[in-house]
């Protein structure tokens, strides 16, 4: 699984992506593959700060990672988009506090930008287009 695609089933499982609807044209041609910024949603409904830990560990699980500390892992991916660092440099960060490899983290990175830090889905989307 690469990187951006990671992020993407992070989101996905999240229940924040969008459905893509590949192959439904009536035309002969292929569909235009998506740029892997398309596939990350715009905008997410932040969530309320009491149900936010539960939803990540269970974004989390759907993979079966478990990472110590998850909350303060999310709180360095969202200071990282803060700093305006790109995605692979955060997925480097997540890598090295968790141990995890780069799909993983990456992973984890969608989780914690759609979970705690909904607004730098912009950044997100820039980091990855």
């Given amino acids: ?16 992506a969008t459905a893509l609807l590949a192959g439904c044209s009536s035309s002969d041609q292929p569909p235009a593959q998506p ?4 596939l990350i949603p715009t905008s997410v409904a932040p969530l309320p700060d009491s149900t936010k830990a539960q ?13 110590p500390a998850p909350a303060a892992v999310a709180g360095q991916v969202c200071a990282g988009f ?5 995605a692979p440099a955060i997925v ?24 705690y830090c909904p607004q730098s889905l912009d950044k997100l989307r820039q980091s990855v287009g």
């Fill in 35 to 38: 740029s892997n910024a398309d």
């Fill in 55 to 67: 939803v990540f560990q269970n974004t989390l699980a759907q993979r079966s990672l478990s990472i």
């Fill in 92 to 115: 480097a960060d997540v890598q090295q506090l968790t141990g995890l490899d780069a799909g993983n983290a990456a992973y984890v990175l969608g989780a914690s930008v759609s979970v």
């Fill in 1 to 16: 699984m690469t990187v951006p695609k990671a992020i993407v089933a992070a989101l996905s499982t999240a229940g924040l």
């Fill in 82 to 86: 803060d700093r305006n660092d790109p």
